[in-house]
């Protein structure tokens, strides 16, 4: 069977799939270094949150700037939307600081989830028509992965655990994690039975997908349930989401315009764009 990666092989599991272990990997070779630092300091702040969080936001602006029938067809939309975002935002903050920041926090959450299901799909694109039992499990197996991580952290981490201020997500009763991880066990073991089903039954076996869940595994069940501290979750949570999705709008908008897929540096234009826009917007925050 022919794989279905999205750029290639090579360039998927350096950019795409490696992304989300890389930490595990680091964690291995400098264990002294990860038990002393557990906060992120300003080097690391700069690393993971500028140049590649912040950073990644910035690379849409690619789709509609090296794409400009995309600018034009949706120009409306990527006008108004951030205009009434920020008054939305803005409004709300003055009403209450701490409510403004919670709401960020759940549609950023909303955010990495969506991305890891997104990615998902487009390595399924080329399946043949599965049963509706069959899309509904592998649905659950990528949402179960990231959002039982999410459900342990609501439960036991909310105190030593943030997202933008402290205490932004609700504590829930432990309880429900209990509930959360015997549904997230049962979802994988179906997962694995219906693919070795569908190997057995077709020969087929969608190798991209399924690395890409593992990673997705591991980089939430690490970052969140596993390990302890806010620098190592920040690295399995920034650059599993961050890097994967700069790689992919470089890859759509090169394709789209051939003037920048043969610019000799068109990647060095792209980086230093966007984390020169990330560091701008940085500034701005902080004044």
Same mark, same amino acid.
């Given at each position: ?120 799909? /487009? ?8 049963? *509706?039992?069959?899309?509904?499990? =592998?649905?659950? %197996?990528? !949402? #179960? ?15 030593? /655990? ?8 609700? *504590?829930?009763?432990?309880?429900? =994690?209990?509930? %959360?991880? !015997? #549904? ?36 939430? !069940? #690490? ?65």
């Amino acid at each position: 069977m022919k794989q279905v990666w999205i750029i290639n092989k090579s360039q998927d599991i350096t950019w795409i799939i490696l992304p989300g272990i890389l930490p595990l990997f680091l964690l291995l070779l400098f264990p002294a270094y990860f038990q002393q630092q557990q906060e992120v300091n300003l080097l690391w702040w700069l690393l993971l949150v500028v140049f590649v969080d912040v950073a990644h936001v910035y690379s849409t602006v690619f789709r509609f700037v090296w794409e400009k029938d995309t600018w034009q067809h949706y120009r409306q939309h990527l006008i108004w939307i951030p205009l009434i975002s920020f008054a939305f935002g803005f409004v709300l903050f003055q009403y209450d600081a701490f409510i403004f920041w919670r709401v960020l926090a759940y549609v950023a959450v909303f955010h990495f989830v969506r991305q890891q299901f997104g990615i998902f799909r /487009l390595y399924a694109r080329k399946e043949q028509q599965a049963s *509706a039992f069959a899309r509904l499990v =592998e649905s659950a %197996a990528i !949402y #179960a992965t990231t959002l039982y991580p999410l459900i342990y952290w609501h439960a036991y981490k909310t105190q030593s /655990l943030q997202w933008f201020v402290a205490h932004d997500f609700i *504590a829930l009763p432990t309880w429900m =994690e209990v509930i %959360a991880r !015997y #549904a997230y066990l049962i979802i994988l073991v179906l997962y694995c039975v219906l693919h070795i089903q569908v190997y057995r039954r077709e020969k087929v076996f969608n190798l991209p997908k399924h690395l890409f869940l593992v990673a997705s595994g591991v980089s939430w !069940y #690490a970052g969140i349930v596993w390990l302890e501290g806010d620098l190592l979750f920040t690295l399995f949570n920034v650059l599993a989401h961050g890097i994967p999705y700069m790689a992919l709008v470089y890859h759509t908008s090169s394709n789209k315009n051939t003037a920048v897929k043969h610019q000799q540096f068109a990647v060095v234009i792209f980086l230093i764009s966007i984390v020169c826009l990330a560091y701008v917007e940085e500034g701005l925050w902080d004044c």
